[in-house]
């Protein structure tokens, strides 16, 4: 048993039984390599990677790598979804030495954490060019033993190089109507035209690309913009990305074609995905995207909710193929011999073709990802749905991929978002049930009396680590969506308290903003990406929360610091479109204003107050941040000497410091939020 036994992150738990003497990411083990003159192996991944899984398998679990590590090592494991600051650290470091990154990520240190050595996957024997992991670690320890003061050299001078890699912040000015032209011309260049998405294989999911288009096309009228994000909602609907019985996004497709994917679901893609769909119907009421919104939330609080209320992490790419073998995929594809047993011969022969099965396979050994492929025919609606509930029911016996039950703090804050406007969209309340689930957990168990949060919890348990920018903003986007949905003050509050943190405590004096608050943990550098990846940016969902937030309540600091964070959104929206996509959809709301929409009724629950609120809420002007209550409320600022008139439930739409006049007319309502 090594030091991992106690841990709470579940990536962390599946090492504490190597025979690799694991240390977590502590002082301590920075003190034990320095005592005993050894350097340190970072290794770097998370629950639910396969690569991952393999490396332990072929390596921390073989005795005799085992050894030779625990003589010549300190070995440190780290979560990356626990600790994104030391994984974004050592990341760019490998990018930088090595043009490439990904995971499990391995970083050899010097006892003061420098790093002179990295790479990502070893092999046990080498292959395809790549060394075995035993003989990079006979090459480091050699290095270590005889060149030392070269490793020290290379290591200090990778530290500075870093260091000198700060982020530039530049433009402190906001982007205007020509760099989000600039983006969508950009954007346009890069897309796939015959297959949507942008770019080539592998090919991940572009949520946050697609809300700004969604956004764009609400602002401008543009028919390009809603044409792009259309047809790539559409083919990734429609392909193996998607889980077609049971809803949810895989993370990425290995293919163009949205064909094969990566098997793991996480978190963070299905919330952001989610609400992409939803807002794709509230723009043209595609039957597609309410299917996809809804089942996409229907798998998150299925299987991804846990018994505390949070949302775990992750579902893992792989799993028991019925032989005792883990495999990745095992638990989604399909033989036409596998849809036989199941459904018998001619409801089989019907599910191949509507699912597009063949005998060759679209995946490994014969087996085919299921998809809806355009093909030619009119099946018969009630015959499929059974198919699609017997597979279901069918597929539910298989062993199930590991869950990741850790409960990351901004994920669930994009899963709060997502599910309480699905909910109010389409009159779900069991939806916006598990938003509010989600948000007081966050409440309970991340945020302490100073609202600082917590990264992670798991059963219930807070987790040691601190939460960096991306945990407080996408926490306060959540609480602001469920404060516009419910009409419930106390979510607004609680963004504040957040946001307050945000700007004392990772701003800097210029209006930049970093990942780790100024008194966490002092790493070789400070880690500062405002480029959005997987999910947004720590930087760019700060700017959206703080903008929502100064809408809401007229507090100027916060719609200064707004501002002045999407001054990075001008200097890298008309370069880098696609990994600014969420920078660009808040850039959509500050042109837009955003609106600020007050509804005054005698009460929540009043039938005509509850269409004026819903017609808010199915509004499509970018970022409109909606507050409702009675005359009597002093919940929400924007309801403050808002008057029903004629005693009738009324909205207030602004902007910009200026008013529509009031109306009690729904449809005028809509009219005026419709972009």
């Known amino acids: ?50 690569w991952c899984h393999v490396m332990a398998h072929e390596s921390f679990e073989d005795p005799e790598t085992a050894a030779y590590l625990n003589e010549r090592f300190v070995s440190v494991k780290v979560d990356r979804e626990e600790r994104p600051d030391v994984d974004a650290v050592y990341m760019e470091a490998v990018q930088a030495a090595t043009g490439q990154g990904g995971w499990p990520m391995t970083v050899f240190l010097t006892p003061d954490a420098e790093p002179f050595y990295f790479g990502t996957y070893f092999p046990p024997a080498p292959r395809h060019g790549m060394p075995s992991f035993r003989q990079v670690l006979q090459g480091v320890h050699q290095a270590w033993a005889d060149r030392r003061e070269e490793v020290t050299e290379v290591a200090g001078k990778i530290v500075r190089d870093l260091a000198g890699r700060e982020f530039q912040y530049g433009d402190t000015r906001t982007p205007g109507e020509e ?42 009228g543009s ?131 509507y699912f597009g099965v063949t005998e060759e396979g679209t995946f490994e050994h014969g087996a085919s990802v299921l998809q809806l492929p355009r093909g030619e025919g009119v099946f018969d609606a009630e015959r499929v749905e059974s198919i699609r509930r017997r597979l279901f029911e069918a597929r539910a016996r298989r062993p199930a991929p590991g869950r990741d039950d850790k409960v990351v703090a901004a994920w669930n804050g994009l899963a709060v978002a997502a599910l309480a406007e ?47 920018l991306e945990d407080y903003a996408d926490v306060a986007e959540g609480f602001l969506a469920l404060a516009s949905v419910t009409g419930e003050g106390v979510w607004l509050e609680f963004a504040g308290l957040l946001l307050g943190q945000v700007l004392t405590r990772f701003t800097d004096e210029s209006g930049a ?32 929360a703080l903008l929502a937030y100064a809408a809401q309540t007229g507090a100027e600091p916060h719609r200064t610091a707004a501002e002045r964070a999407l001054g990075v959104v001008k200097a890298l929206g008309p370069r880098v479109p696609r990994f ?49 209550g009675t005359p009597e409320s002093d919940e929400f600022p ?4 808002r008057i029903p008139a004629n005693g009738e439930p009324t909205a207030y739409v602004c902007r910009n410091f200026t008013c529509d006049a009031p109306t009690t007319d729904p449809e005028r309502l809509r009219r005026s939020l419709s972009g």
């Open 1 to 50: 048993m090594n030091r991992l036994a106690h841990e709470t992150s579940p990536y962390l738990l599946q090492h504490a039984d190597n025979p690799v003497d694991w240390w977590p990411w502590s002082a301590e083990a920075f003190d034990e390599a320095r005592k005993r003159n050894v350097p340190v192996l970072l290794s770097v991944g998370y629950s639910s990677c396969h």
């Open 179 to 220: 760099e989000l032209a600039q983006a969508l011309l950009g954007l346009t260049r890069e897309y796939d035209p015959q297959r949507g998405g942008f770019g080539g294989a592998p090919k991940f999911p572009p949520s946050m690309v697609l809300e700004f288009l969604l956004r764009h096309h609400a602002r401008t």
């Open 223 to 353: 028919e390009g913009a809603l044409q792009m994000a259309e047809d790539t909602c559409e083919r990734m609907a429609r392909g193996g990305l998607y889980d077609q019985l049971g809803g949810g996004f895989a993370r990425y497709s290995v293919d163009r074609d949205w064909v094969v994917p990566h098997f793991e679901k996480m978190l963070y893609d299905n919330a952001l995905l989610c609400r992409v769909y939803a807002h794709l119907w509230r723009a043209t009421g595609s039957g597609l995207a309410r299917r996809v919104a809804l089942e996409t939330a229907d798998f998150m609080v299925r299987e991804l909710r846990t018994a505390e209320g949070g949302f775990a992490s992750a579902l893992d790419a792989d799993s028991d193929d019925g032989h005792g073998r883990h495999v990745e995929g095992a638990f989604y594809v399909w033989t036409p011999a596998q849809l036989a047993e199941v459904l018998g011969p001619q409801d089989a022969e019907l599910a191949a073709q």
């Open 422 to 468: 699905t909910g109010a969209y389409f009159d779900r309340p069991d939806l916006v049930d598990a938003a509010i689930g989600a948000a007081d957990l966050l409440v309970r168990v991340h945020m302490d009396e100073q609202a600082r949060l917590a990264r992670t919890s798991k059963d219930g348990r807070a987790g040691a680590n601190a939460g960096v």
């Open 513 to 544: 903003l970093y990942d780790t608050a100024a008194d966490a943990e002092k790493l070789i550098r400070r880690p500062q990406d405002p480029t959005d990846n997987a999910a947004p940016s720590g930087w760019t969902a700060a700017a959206g």
């Open 580 to 628: 600014i996509g969420w920078g660009l959809a808040v850039a959509e709301a500050f042109l837009d204003g955003p609106r600020e929409v007050a509804i005054v009724g005698p009460s929540l629950d009043d039938p005509a107050t509850r269409t004026l609120h819903r017609t808010a809420l199915l509004g499509t002007a970018p970022g409109a941040v909606v507050a409702v």
């Open 638 to 641: 924007l309801l403050v000497d």
